[in-house]
RNA sequence: GGGCGAGUGGCGAAAUGGCAGACGCAAUAGCUUUAGGAGCUAUCGAGAGCAAUCUCAUGUGGGUUCGAGUCCCACCUCGCCCACCA
């Protein structure tokens, strides 16, 4: 009889339209079995199809997923579209054809695609992240995030691609370039939406402890990208230097003769005098700093009138806009209605100022009430003065807390809190006061036991301390000069390697060393980041390799403070060692001495390297951040019911490039209600960018028609988490961290039932071209994997790719290998049609038959749940070779089939269906082995002479060592070996080696 | 500069510390075919030898072990990630 030829192409689009039709692929909810969620990377539909890229983990899922339902799971394996981004839009721009289109007909194509490579995906549960029934969930967790606080909108210095026109979060930022188009990132200074993903750090960290199938190198990448360093935080004073003239008359400083330094105001409040509470002591402390300080007595204190009071202070002192006052209780309100009256002041110091004229005691102060309810004219206050403090103290009795978080609210910044010498911070000395009033610079540093050998203070040019000293500054010139070249550089040419450490002296102003009290230079530098700390760090150039190339290049002094093994002449010792020159602390290890110099000095600190996530984009195509800009109520999130905020259309995305999204130009859509007060309201223009939809969609999964509610807490609480999630390296610090973060905030919330979201990651490696190259369109080396389907078969085309090498290794495609699988496929076919059409039935399998099936079930199982698919295929392959031969019965070609069907499922289907099978295989179980049959009645074991092999002996596998060492004395070869020598040992490996030392 | 990973035939690669190179590609010879292709059979790390066989071989150099591609140390090369991160 002749044999039917292996046609693929007409048995795979037979099996496909019969999975579709059955649907057999449809995962149940909450089903008696027990689930697993095998979840591959949604793909972004672009124009040019899915490429060999995509096909790894989508046929390693599928082969997964295929065998998880024969082992009896409930499997779930779904697939999306993450369709918002920057090529259709790109696109839109270029062919004036809308992005809705674009999309709509990529995955279609997409669609296609995966379709003809027999994925097993449940297309009932289909999700698109453009869809406005879906994008209204990824709106309603922004809110969600909003209405946590961790959604804030902060002017800030931010990446930003000149190409595409849009702001970018760090991460998108590789190697100083943007992750889409490659073009050098800028810094630009604009307004935008943040995600608090610090507010996280911690908990993403440690997250990666609880996760033990996630691969070693993913964990360590996010571990490194949140950079964790623990270190301390201190505060060093900055002072006025001693000017030309000054030192000229033998004084060090006389703050008369310094014009336009910074000078303090102290007003004191009711009941109060400049020589009661804190005061005399403030003021001699700043003094000794060397700034100028006035305290006038205030009429009236008892009963205090403060439009009197401001009266006086204006009479009697001097003002200018260095001026800082500090205004305690009372003397506060006198403060704000100077500025109220348009005196400007360099900074607002309140400390523990009423604000509702209620008091935690409830006694009457009646002046003070009647000062408070006239109300305060926010808007001048704040134009007047360009920084505040609010300092209130915890262990007040008389003026409430929430006083200094009203104002903290009207004049957008935070209280400090401070517990006092004294309640209401009226004790005769107030150091916690002193701290925050006098300025300072903050540093961080992970090596506090080197604070002795600090010889010199650097800002980032971005530093406001700058600005603030401005008057002190002598070199200010120079020092702007620097500062704007600074800015203007793009972030690769201010890091780039061997480049050259450059900066300025602050000259006018010294900062001092806590730890030894001399008075230390400052400079500014673009060797210190504004992004990272505090901006500031102090300088240790014996034990700092930077800092020491900056005080060898400037002529700065060195000072060695700790004593380490190893000696360097020419470069800082970075090592830990014994701490010297360094009063009370010599002699302690670095270990030791860091927690305790941090503690006198400073306190211990965490700092990250994470920053918080930039989440807004300034193009059309993505989801319309769902807030509302109104001029009386401010900021107001967009009601749930009248979500989503669906994207309108528009006849221009051409991106403006001024930091608007082009929504702005949309007036119709742009101006809507105040839903607080309905008055007329702006739309936020913004778009989230690409990775919002997919920081979620996971879970969508679990229940993706519902309306009501991202999913069902029912159906979520029995597919989550993730049990294996394939995809690629290039996510880890993208897509993988900003799911995490997602999925932990909405745990947190309630939202979700597991803190993390993948049990097990499985990373793959990139498909190369032939040539080791990337493929790309540039190269023209790029294979499409329908031409492979179109000439040798979707079965062929899965299974190359999974023998190309190991999953998580980048391979090469090679066009020449593909035939050898097309081979094997068409030699099983053959050996199919043969058994099948055995005329004379064969009741009974050969043993050699039986034992080479039975190792194949263990193989196969064992490399399947291993992800180990490439060795799956080379032992069919080797199977196939030694079975050939044999004889076989029926239902050992059924076996066989299933154990292909996972990696070739339409072949094996077509077999067994020719087999008389009457259900498609993936109804079928999957074959168990019998150990009894894995091995032969008799095994060769290996017999060495000192490790090299002489010769074998067939023995059973169960034989004593006595048995094989008889036999192996009798090979030729080891009697030749021991003409004359005697085997002083022998080492054996049960049923398998024998090793004779000699 | 820091972290992680990898170096095995002409190529992709395999090998719980136990026969290195399974499986596949390419190559060579033969059979088959009008031819090309495809298929089938055999050979296929290097060197020596008529041969049985022997010697050398897993980036380099050491070490641990009865035994090392595998474990340890140092070095070299390549890849990836981070990077003036205080």
Not at 85 to 106: D, R
Not at 568 to 577: F, L, R
Request: proline residues 5%.
């Amino acid at each position: 009889m002749p044999i039917k030829k292996y046609n693929p192409a007409q048995i795979e689009a037979k099996w496909q339209k019969i999975w579709q039709l059955k649907k057999i692929f449809n995962a149940r909810d909450l089903s008696k079995k027990e689930k697993k969620f095998v979840l591959a990377e949604f793909p972004y539909p672009s124009g040019a199809g899915l490429h060999m890229g995509h096909l790894r983990p989508y046929v390693a899922g599928d082969v997964y997923s295929r065998f998880l339902r024969m082992k009896g799971f409930e499997t779930l394996y779904p697939i999306g579209w993450d369709a918002f981004g920057l090529p259709a839009e790109n696109y839109a721009l270029k062919m004036g054809v809308h992005p809705s289109i674009t999309t709509k007909k990529n995955i279609a194509n997409a669609k296609k695609q995966m379709l003809s490579w027999g994925l097993s995906f449940d297309w009932s549960r289909e999700i698109n992240t453009t869809d406005p029934d879906y994008y209204k969930w990824t709106q309603r967790l922004f809110l969600q995030f909003y209405k946590a606080g961790l959604a804030y909108e902060a002017t800030g210095l931010i990446n930003w691609c000149p190409k595409d026109k849009t702001g970018l979060a760090n991460e998108e930022v590789i190697d100083g370039r943007c992750e889409r188009c490659g073009t050098a990132v800028i810094k630009k200074e604009l307004r935008q939406w943040y995600l608090k993903i610090t507010a996280y750090a911690e908990k993403l960290l440690e997250g990666l402890k609880n996760l033990p199938e996630w691969p070693q190198a993913v964990k360590l990448q996010q571990e490194n990208w949140i950079g964790k360093s623990v270190g301390a935080e201190i505060s060093f004073d900055v002072i006025p230097s001693a000017s030309e003239e000054s030192l000229k008359v033998g004084s060090l400083r006389d703050p008369s003769t310094s014009v336009g330094m910074t000078n303090y105001i102290i007003l004191h409040g009711r009941n109060g005098s400049p020589d009661s509470h804190t005061f005399p002591w403030l003021r001699k402390s700043l003094e000794d700093k060397g700034y100028k300080v006035q305290a006038p007595a205030l009429p009236n204190a008892e009963e205090p009138d403060d439009e009197e009071q401001a009266d006086y202070v204006v009479k009697k002192c001097e003002i200018n806009e260095n001026t800082v006052i500090i205004g305690h209780s009372f003397g506060g309100v006198v403060a704000l209605r100077l500025l109220e009256r348009g005196i400007k002041l360099k900074k607002v110091f309140l400390l523990c100022t009423p604000y509702s004229g209620k008091f935690l005691d409830n006694k009457k102060r009646a002046s003070v009430t009647k000062a408070c309810k006239k109300g305060f004219d926010f808007k001048k206050i704040k134009e007047n003065a360009s920084d505040f403090g609010l300092l209130y103290d915890t262990t007040d009795y008389v003026v409430p807390m929430s006083d200094g978080e009203s104002f903290a609210e009207k004049l957008e910044t935070n209280v400090i809190k401070i517990k006092g010498a004294e309640p209401h911070l009226s004790g005769l000395e107030e150091p916690g006061v002193l701290k925050e009033v006098s300025p300072s610079i903050e540093i961080f540093t992970t090596r506090p036991d080197t604070i002795f050998g600090a010889t010199y203070m650097v800002v980032a040019p971005e530093h406001p301390l700058i600005e603030n000293f401005k008057a002190q500054i002598t070199n200010f010139k120079e020092v702007r000069k620097y500062v704007e070249k600074a800015k203007q550089k793009a972030e690769m040419e201010r890091t780039a390697e061997g480049k050259e450490k450059t900066g300025v002296e602050l000259k006018g102003i010294k900062a001092i060393n806590p730890a030894t009290k001399e008075e230390i230079p400052v400079w500014v530098a673009d060797y210190v980041l504004w992004g990272y700390g505090t901006g500031a760090i102090m300088a240790v150039p014996a034990h700092d390799s930077r800092d020491f190339e900056f005080a060898k290049k400037y002529h700065l002094s060195i000072v060695q403070v700790v004593q380490t093994d190893i000696i360097e002449a020419e470069s800082a010792a970075t090592e830990y060692g014994i701490v010297i020159n360094s009063g009370k602390f010599n002699g302690l290890k670095s270990e030791e001495a860091i927690p305790k110099m941090a503690e006198e000095f400073g306190k211990m600190a965490v700092q990250y390297k994470l920053r918080d996530w930039v989440f807004s984009r300034q193009r059309y195509w993505g989801e319309p951040i769902p807030l509302i800009h109104c001029e009386d109520c401010g900021v107001v999130p967009v009601p749930d019911k009248d979500l989503p905020v669906k994207l309108p259309n528009v006849k221009k995305y051409e991106p403006t490039g001024t930091g608007e999204s082009p929504l702005a130009n949309m007036t119709s859509w742009l101006k809507t209600k105040c839903p607080k007060c309905k008055k007329m309201a702006w739309r936020e223009t913004n778009t989230m960018p690409q990775w919002a939809g997919s920081s979620w969609y996971w879970l969508r999964y679990a229940d993706p028609k519902n309306s009501k509610k991202l999913a069902d807490m029912k159906k979520l609480k029995y597919w989550q988490p993730v049990d294996v999630y394939f995809g690629g390296m290039e996510h880890t610090t993208l897509h993988l961290l900003y799911s995490r973060f997602w999925n932990l905030f909405l745990y947190d919330q309630g939202l979700v039932t597991e803190r993390e979201p993948y049990k097990k990651r499985q990373p793959h490696g990139i498909v190369l071209a032939a040539d080791g190259e990337k493929m790309s369109k540039s190269r023209g080396n790029v294979v499409d994997p329908q031409e492979i389907v179109k000439g040798f078969g979707a079965d062929t085309l899965r299974m190359y790719e999974m023998f190309l090498g190991p999953h998580e290794l980048s391979v090469s495609w090679n066009d020449q290998g593909v035939v050898g699988v097309k081979r094997f496929l068409d030699r099983v076919w053959e050996w199919g049609n043969l058994v099948i059409s055995n005329k004379k039935q064969v009741t009974s399998n050969t043993e050699k038959a039986e034992k080479l099936l039975h190792r194949l079930i263990k193989k196969i199982t064992e490399d399947i749940e291993n992800f180990r698919f490439n060795t799956s295929i080379s032992s069919f392959m080797e199977f196939h070779n030694q079975v050939k031969g044999e004889t076989v019965d029926r239902e050992y070609l059924q076996v066989f089939l299933k154990l292909l069907y996972p990696f070739a499922p339409h072949i094996a289907e077509e077999l067994n269906e020719m087999l008389g099978g009457k259900k498609s295989l993936q109804l079928e179980a999957w074959p168990e082995f019998d150990p009894q049959k894995l091995s032969d009645a008799l095994t060769d074991i290996v017999v060495q002479i000192n490790g090299r092999v002489k010769g074998k002996v067939r023995l059973s596998p169960e034989a004593s060592e006595d048995e094989v060492k008889a036999k192996a004395l009798e090979l030729p070869a080891v009697k030749q070996a021991l003409v004359q020598e005697t085997v002083k040992r022998a080492i054996y490996i049960k049923g398998r080696l024998i090793n004779l030392v000699i």
